[in-house]
Nanobody, 115 residues
Framework: QVQLVESGGGLVQAGGSLRLSCAAS????????MNWYRQAPGKQRELVAA???????TYADSVKGRFTISKDNAKNTAYLQMNSLKPEDTAVYYC?????????WGQGTQVTVSS
């Protein structure tokens, strides 16, 4: 069982930056991947960024070049650095950990970008 706790959300102006953190209750080194999803009001949850056990990363087209996912195995924490934020980035951001075939989810953190 892995418990995930997100932090770092908040209100920021367009063009600003935020860094989200996802602290895991156990070791993340052996997990298949750590991922960030987001869900805007009235929209489906979407994958924003993913980082595999080996450190390979993937991003949604909408955030490429602006967001960076990383992890610190020693701290059992994953991060999402978000730069050049846009109003359309406004959503609840969820941390996800995949330990195949089980998915673990955090409670989510609100990110609001004002224009």
């Amino acid at each position: 069982q892995v418990q995930l706790v997100e932090s770092g959300g908040g209100l920021v102006q367009a063009g600003g930056s935020l860094r989200l953190s996802c602290a895991a209750s156990g070791s993340i080194a052996s997990l298949n991947s750590m991922n960030w999803y987001r869900q805007a009001p009235g929209k489906q949850r979407e994958l924003v960024a993913a980082i595999t056990r080996s450190g390979s990363t993937t991003y949604a087209d909408s955030v490429k070049g602006r967001f960076t996912i990383s992890k610190d195995n020693a701290k059992n924490t994953a991060y999402l650095q978000m730069n050049s934020l846009k109003p359309e980035d406004t959503a609840v951001y969820y941390c996800n950990a995949l330990a195949w075939p089980v998915n673990y989810w955090g409670q989510g953190t609100q990110v609001t970008v004002s224009s």
